[in-house]
């Protein structure tokens, strides 16, 4: 290619870049001049709270996720209902995300704000981010650097919640459509999916598909018993089971070979690999982690730039679970 030519890609580049708003806003070091060992604060009173609870780990997980599909990430997800303010918080999608997840949060905030130059610089919506890289690191899963800059939400509503998340009992098409409304892609969904190597669900999202007539048939032989045995039909709603039933407590490709062995632990999961438009991607990444681990890091810095609050559609809240 001649310099010319090279030049005028390089041109074309630069002005895409700047035009393209959601990732020119978010970089990395972005608190370099005002909190500059900000990371470092929030992995140490993560680690903490790891220490007082494992669970904290899915639970931080999925806090990123529930924030940034409703609302973009803002940490809308954190608000806290008043007389006058259903938040999302409150929407019944909301019972199943763990207390540890919102508290890890406030702890890590808390630890910010003891030193001086970090107090309020630093947005609830970034900390998400940033615990959310250390938990997966922390299990196993990759390390990855994150881009900061986010401004913290100024609404949250449990309505704004209602169609936004995608169903445990959806289907390729509904799961892509879903993702698709977030700028993510197929292979993003399926990336993002094998969040569900680590973590809980309540008994309640599967009894409909390991108990009668709407048994799901693509449940392995062998596993369905074990289901059965840990959801009765008749179980207490509170109880809580381990999702990957191999490696629970590891950030790994399990997620993928359990999937290939029925061992899926929502319709949503095991469709990913009946569907024959996200199978071979499911047997890739069965086969390699380090691919999967790629893609998962991709998927999650795309995942961060969703909806993203600058200027005056945000701020930095003083409390990350009440407006300022
Ligand atoms: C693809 C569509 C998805 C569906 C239908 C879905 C659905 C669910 C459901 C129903 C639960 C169990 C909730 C309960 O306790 O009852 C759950 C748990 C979880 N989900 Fe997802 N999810 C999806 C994608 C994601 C994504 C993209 C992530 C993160 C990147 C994620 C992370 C988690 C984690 C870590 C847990 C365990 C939470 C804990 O142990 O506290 N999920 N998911
Ligand atoms: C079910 O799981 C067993 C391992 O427990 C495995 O050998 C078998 O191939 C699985 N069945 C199917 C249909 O994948
Ligand atoms: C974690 C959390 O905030 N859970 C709330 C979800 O919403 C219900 C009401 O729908 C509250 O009772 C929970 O406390």
């Known amino acids: 290619m001649s310099t010319n030519k090279m030049n005028l890609l390089s041109l074309l580049l630069s002005l895409f870049l700047t035009l393209n708003p959601t990732s020119a806003q978010l970089r990395r070091n972005f608190y370099a001049g005002s909190c500059p060992n900000v990371e470092q604060i929030v992995r140490n009173a993560l680690g903490q709270k790891i220490q007082q609870s494992s669970i904290t780990v899915p639970a931080v ?96 509503t449990a309505a704004s919640v209602e169609g936004m998340l995608p169903q445990p009992t959806d289907d390729v098409s509904k799961l892509t459509s879903h993702f698709a409304k977030k700028g993510l892609s197929l292979d993003d969904m399926i990336a993002l999916s094998g969040a569900h190597t680590i973590g809980l669900s309540h008994c309640t999202q599967v009894l409909d598909r390991i108990h009668g007539v709407r048994q799901d048939p693509s449940i392995n032989a062998t596993y369905l018993p074990q289901l059965r045995d840990l959801c009765p039909r008749d179980v207490d709603p509170r109880k809580e089971i381990f999702m990957d039933p191999t490696t629970p407590g590891k950030f790994d490709n399990v997620y993928y070979q359990n999937l290939q062995q029925g061992r899926g632990f929502f319709k949503s999961d095991q469709a990913l690999f009946s569907d024959p438009r996200s199978k071979p991607t499911v047997n890739l990444w069965a086969s390699n982690g380090q691919l999967f681990n790629q893609a998962f890091v991709n998927s999650m810095i795309k995942l961060g730039r969703v909806g993203v609050k600058t200027g005056r559609d945000g701020n930095i809240r003083r409390s990350c679970e009440t407006f300022n």
């Open 61 to 156: 997980l999925r806090l990123y996720f529930h924030d940034c599909f409703v609302n973009g990430c803002d940490a809308s997800v954190m608000i806290d209902s008043t007389k006058n303010n259903k938040a999302e918080k409150d929407h019944p999608e909301n019972l199943s995300l763990s207390a540890d997840g919102f508290d890890a949060i406030v702890k890590a905030k808390q630890a910010l704000d003891a030193v001086p130059n970090c107090r309020n610089k630093v947005s609830c919506a970034d900390i998400i981010t940033i615990a959310t890289r250390d938990v997966v690191n922390i299990v196993g899963g990759p390390w990855y650097d994150v881009e900061l800059g986010r401004l913290d939400g100024l609404s949250s």
